[in-house]
Each structure stands twice: as structure tokens, then as C-alpha cells.
């Protein structure tokens, strides 16, 4: 039995795989795929039992991902390690012998966080300072040379910061300490609402004068991570100096501007800076469709990352888990009717470009896309898919719950696909977004704390196997 070899193969030489894959041979188990017979798929209830049992039994996603999270931790775009990560990928998808593996190249935006920020609180009573954990917004300015010392004004929303107005805000560093909502059943909405300080905190402050911008991180964890993320930039291309700081932090500063009868000080130095566009890569491999070669599923997630942490589940969990739902379709021998293609979209964390360069270069060839999937919340245990796709679409994923139910798969109600496959929406393409556990999501996300370690191995090979699962259906019935 091919499952009982499987099995035995994975026991005995998993140690060799795994010292393989980090001497730099990434998908070795590829290597058992042209053995598989073809798989029939006349009952989808054991086809779903075939994916899942393959993608658990596999650790061929895992092993990608700590050899992108150890080889290229810093790829934001445009930097050194994107293109790192980007000759990486490639090398998987040529590994897992895709019928077709090329570079898309993509313009890029190039910004550098410079070395590590320094932020501290001048506590005038004590004359003490008290270090704060800080990290630059991406594309933020940096404070020149000396750093920027000045007051610290807080507010917890845009309605105080316009009640205060410009005579109250000119001239300092304005800190939105903007609370997570853990009332919110759904992290994703509770992260919506704090993130908008993120994005517009620090130009909206700028308008009134603050020379500065710090930001509560958005996370509901309360810990000394500062969560990263992009920031608006003005139409000048910059914003002010500006930052998040760790959860915990915010509390001790918050609770310093509310006891101390004086002014409170603050002090930054940070030397981030903004280069011209940089060429860079969208990777992309496929494996042809039997019957309707140019009828295309996409799968993909995001190839860069912030660079504090190893991106391991923003998103590095997306891309190899897109990687391996096409690897178990290999694996069991399933050929499908449509082209099933993987896209590691390159600066989906500050600007995008990847997935509007994939979606206009697919309108400008006129490939007919039936469908995208996306994964980029996170390699946990996956719950269900989000849908962004018309009335009836809807109702024949829907239809197909029961055979995800025994996987623990269930919740085919929310809307949303995600940020690299939503161009795709104006050419009438069904969007699909994976949707793993919400819960630690964002006690990881854009922090120093988004390692390989902090990954499960099973967690991931399900959102791989859902996904692999979703294709399957998909191309099978159509939408
Ligand atoms: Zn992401």
C-alpha cells in the first residue's frame, strides 16, 4: 500500500529529510509523487479523506517554511532578503516538479527600518528614563541624527484628537492608545478598528501639528512586542516620525501621563528611510489542467514580510501551505481539468503591487480565472473559508460543508477573499480566503515574535490540505 509506505518512509527518513531540507533540498518528498496512481475521484468523500490524510501525514509545507523563515527572515520588498526568498520559492516550486515555474516581475516600493529604534519616556518627577519598546511604522520618516525629544499628548480616538485641535496638539508627539476590543468574537473586526489608528494616526496628527506619532499596538495580547504595519503616507510621501510601541507600554505611559502633575517627554530615534522603486518578483508556478488548460484556480498567499520577526505566519505559512495544496494533488495522482496555478505575491505588506501586477497582466493576456484562493490569517487550524463571490456561488460552497465538517472545516459565512487575489474582483473572479483559529494571530503579527517555532506543524498541513480540498470541489463542479 502506497499510504503504508508513505508512512513508513516519513517514520524512518524523516530525520534525513529534515536535515536535507535545512542543508538547502527543500521538497523531498516530491520525489514519491511521480509513484502515485491516478486517484479516482468518483466518490469525494474519500477523495476528501485521501487530501487530508496526505497533507497530515506530510511535513513538506513545514520544512518549506523553515527554510524560507531561516534563509530569508527579513524580506520585506525591495529589500536584500525579498529577493533572497523570492530565488527560494522558485526553488521549491521547481523541486516539487510543477509543469511550470516562473518570475512575474513586480516594481516595488523600497523602505528600510535602519538599525534598531530607540524610545524612551524622560519622566520629569524621577529624571529617570524608562525604555519603551518601539517599532517604526513602515514608511515612516526617520528623526534625523539627534532623535526627537518632545511632550506627550494622549488621546484614545480621532473625535479627541479633533476636540483638541491644533493649539493643544501643535508641536508634540501625539499617542493614540486606541484598546483592542475583546468583546469582538472575530479578531480580524477587533484588528479593523485598531489598525485605522495605524494607518491614519499619524497623518491625521501631522494635520494639527504633532511632530510625532506613537501608536498602541494593535493586538489584544497585553505583552512587550511593538506590532509593526504600514502607515498612510501623504501626498508629500511622508508622514511624521511615528511608531508602535508594546501593549504593555502603552499601559505604563498612559498611566504616567494620567499621575504626573507635569508634562511627560518623550524621546525617539529612529533612521528609516525611503529609496527609489526596486524590481522585484511575483513567483509563480502551475501545474496544467487536463480538459480546460486555460481556465486557471490560483492559490497564493504573500512572499514578503516585516522584517522584526521571520514572517513565519505573515505570511510564510500562506505561501507554503499554497505550495503543498498543489503537492498533495501531485502526491494522490489527482489531475485536474483546470490549470491550478500558486502565486507568492511579492508587497502585499506595504503596497500591493503584486497582486495589481498579477491581476493586470492576467486581464492583458485574457486568462479566464475561475477562481483564487487566498491564505493569509495565519497557519492555524483552519475553521472555514470567507466568500466573496455572488448569491449563488455562495450557496454551492456552502453545499459542499458536509464533507468539510468531519475536518473540523465549517464556517462558510463570512465575507472576504484578501489583499493580493481582490484585483482579481474586477474581472468577476470568486474569492475565496482561508480562514484558520483567529485567536493568536495577532499575538504574532508584524512582531519579532513571528518565528517558524511559534508554528504548528499540523495546524499548517490542514490549511494546506482545506485548500488543496477547496481546488479539488472547485475544479471538479465549478462555481
Ligand atoms: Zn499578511
Not at 504633532?210 to 511593538?226: E, K, N, Q
Not at 509563480?284 to 516585516?306: K, Q, Y
Not at 505561501?319 to 485536474?336: D, H, N, Q, W
Not at 491564505?375 to 492555524?380: E, I, P, Q, T, V
Request: glycine share 10%; hydrophobic share 40%.
Amino acid at each position: 500500500m502506497i499510504i503504508f509506505t508513505k508512512t513508513i518512509y516519513m517514520k524512518i527518513l524523516f530525520p534525513i529529510i529534515f536535515t536535507s531540507a535545512i542543508l538547502g533540498s527543500i521538497c523531498f518528498s516530491f520525489k514519491l509523487a511521480g509513484e502515485k496512481k491516478v486517484l479516482s475521484t468518483d466518490n469525494d468523500s474519500i477523495v476528501f479523506s485521501k487530501i487530508y490524510s496526505e497533507g497530515y501525514n506530510s511535513w513538506a509545507a513545514y520544512i518549506a517554511l523553515e527554510g524560507l523563515c531561516k534563509k530569508a527572515p527579513k524580506r520585506l520588498a525591495g529589500s536584500a532578503g525579498a529577493q533572497v526568498a523570492v530565488e527560494y520559492m522558485e526553488q521549491v516550486m521547481r523541486d516539487c516538479q510543477f509543469d511550470k515555474v516562473w518570475l512575474q516581475p513586480v516594481m516595488v516600493p523600497h523602505w528600510e527600518r535602519g538599525p534598531h529604534e530607540i524610545g524612551y519616556v524622560i519622566d520629569i518627577n524621577g529624571g529617570k528614563k524608562h525604555e519603551v519598546n518601539v517599532a517604526a511604522l513602515g514608511g515612516s520618516i526617520g528623526t534625523g541624527e539627534n532623535g526627537l525629544t518632545a511632550e506627550v499628548i494622549e488621546v484614545t480616538n480621532f473625535d479627541e484628537l479633533e476636540k483638541l485641535g491644533k493649539k493643544s496638539i501643535e508641536g508634540k508627539i501625539v499617542f493614540f492608545n486606541h484598546r483592542w476590543d475583546d468583546k469582538k468574537i472575530a479578531t480580524f473586526s477587533a484588528y479593523g478598528e485598531t489598525v485605522a489608528y495605524r494607518w491614519q494616526g499619524p497623518t491625521s496628527a501631522k494635520k494639527y501639528g504633532a511632530v510625532g506619532c506613537i501608536i498602541r499596538s494593535c493586538t489584544s495580547s497585553i505583552d512587550t512586542f511593538p506590532h509593526t504595519g504600514v502607515t498612510r503616507t501623504d501626498s508629500i510621501g511622508a508622514t511624521i516620525p511615528s511608531v508602535a510601541i508594546a501593549t504593555k507600554d502603552a499601559d505604563f505611559l498612559s498611566q504616567l501621563l494620567k499621575k504626573s502633575e507635569k508634562s511627560v517627554t518623550f524621546y525617539l530615534n529612529m533612521k528609516c528611510k525611503w529609496f527609489a522603486d526596486v524590481k522585484s518578483y511575483n513567483v509563480i508556478g502551475e501545474i496544467r489542467g487536463s480538459e480546460h488548460p486555460n481556465e486557471i484556480i490560483v492559490v497564493g498567499g504573500h512572499l514578503d514580510a516585516w522584517e522584526l520577526g521571520e514572517g513565519a505566519h505573515d505570511d510564510g505559512t500562506g505561501v507554503t501551505g499554497s505550495v503543498e495544496a498543489i503537492r498533495i494533488f501531485k502526491a494522490l495522482g489527482i489531475r485536474p481539468k483546470h490549470t491550478i496555478r500558486c502565486v507568492c505575491f511579492m508587497n502585499e505588506e506595504n503596497g500591493g503591487r503584486g497582486g495589481k501586477t498579477y491581476a493586470d497582466s492576467a486581464s492583458l493576456k485574457k486568462e479566464k480565472h475561475i477562481a483564487a484562493i487566498e491564505s493569509d490569517a495565519g497557519g492555524f487550524t483552519p475553521r472555514g473559508f470567507g466568500l466573496d463571490m455572488k448569491p449563488d456561488q455562495k450557496i454551492k460552497v456552502q453545499s459542499w460543508e458536509k464533507l468539510f465538517l468531519p475536518y473540523g472545516v465549517h464556517d462558510f459565512t463570512h465575507g472576504g477573499g484578501g489583499a493580493d487575489i481582490g484585483p482579481l474582483k474586477a474581472f468577476g473572479t470568486p474569492l475565496l480566503g482561508l480562514e484558520p483559529d483567529g485567536s493568536r494571530y495577532f499575538d504574532y503579527h508584524h512582531t519579532e515574535d513571528d518565528v517558524f517555532k511559534n508554528v504548528n506543524r499540523r495546524e499548517l498541513q490542514a490549511g494546506a490540505a482545506s485548500m488543496a480540498a477547496m481546488i479539488y470541489l472547485i475544479d471538479k463542479y465549478g462555481l
